[in-house]
């Protein structure tokens, strides 16, 4: 239930900051045309988890879209490899990428991951 409620709580909070209407951020595929894959330099993004979320702020950035495709998403344990705690981390590391994405798209504060 725990990942369920994180998941439409950061849905929200990534859509008012990065002023887009996605439906999810965390499950499922999605789209891209092979000009918006290569406008993007993914070598600044993480390794880990939230390259996904880096790689979807890099995208609005640049002023593309995203087309989703749904599928179901099932709560259960066996259809997951993170843990409380990693997905804890991944939580913060999904707000970090948020709030730089919108500090930059104000001017505030260059991301490099943006700007590249």
């Not at 965390?26 to 993004?45: E, I, P």
């Not at 939230?50 to 890099?58: K, L, P, S, V, W």
Request: aromatic residues 16%.
């Amino acid at each position: 239930m725990y990942k369920y409620i994180a998941n439409r709580f950061l849905t929200l909070t990534q859509n008012i900051l990065m002023n887009q209407k996605l439906s999810e951020y965390h499950t499922g595929y999605r789209a891209f045309s092979a000009d918006v894959l290569r406008a993007l330099d993914f070598t600044h993004n993480s390794d880990d988890f939230i390259f996904d979320n880096e790689m979807i702020a890099q995208i609005f950035f640049k002023g593309f879209e995203i087309a989703e495709v749904t599928c179901p998403t099932k709560y259960f344990k066996e259809a997951s490899s993170i843990n409380f705690r990693r997905s804890s981390i991944y939580g913060l590391g999904v707000l970090g990428v948020s709030i730089r994405y919108r500090l930059s798209r104000w001017g505030l504060l260059p991301w490099n991951v943006l700007t590249k």
